[in-house]
Every structure is written in C-alpha cells, then in structure tokens.
C-alpha cells in the first residue's frame, strides 16, 4: 500500500463520498454515477483513482463492473494513525 496515493485518492470530496455510498455493499458503476451530477466519464476517473489507491475493488458481472470497499486498506491506515498517535 503506498500511502501517498491513498492520502491523494481521500483527498478528494467525490471519491470520499463514493467510499460512504460503498460502505453499505457493493455498487455498480452506473448505480455510484446517479449519485452525482457528473459525467460517467468522471466518475469512472474518480473509481479508477480510488481502485489505484486499492481503497476499492471490483468485479465484472456480465455487463456491469461492480465496485465495493477493500478494508484491508483502511485497517492498514487506521492502524497506522493510531501508531502515529501513540495508542499503539
């Protein structure tokens, strides 16, 4: 996990939000696109960030690609945190 890319993939409002629409289970990219007023396009820019980041995962079903949160990347951040904080 590169922690640089993770902290750029957080930076951003859009993506933040994606990880909150994901944290209730997995989505599809055309499900996560009707939550915002932006082009497919760009939403499909902010996934590809958050999936560099392996902040997300996705499938392929068919025709869709779903998408759904990698925790193993969160729990490495969040253990991390606490280490800096000193409650480790």
Not at 9 to 35: C, M, V, Y
Not at 43 to 51: A, D, P, Q, T, W
Request: glycine share 4%; charged share 30%; proline share 1%.
């Amino acid at each position: 996990m590169s922690f640089a890319e993770t902290f750029k993939a957080l930076s951003d409002p859009a993506r933040r939000q994606i990880l909150e629409l994901l944290k209730n289970g997995r989505l599809s990219a055309g499900e996560i696109a009707s939550h915002f007023d932006m082009t497919q396009a760009t939403v499909s820019y902010h996934l590809k960030i958050l999936r560099k980041a392996d902040l997300v995962r996705e499938s392929r079903e068919k025709n869709f690609i779903f998408y759904e949160l990698n925790l193993t990347v969160v729990e490495e951040l969040m253990v991390w945190l606490s280490e800096l904080k000193g409650d480790a």
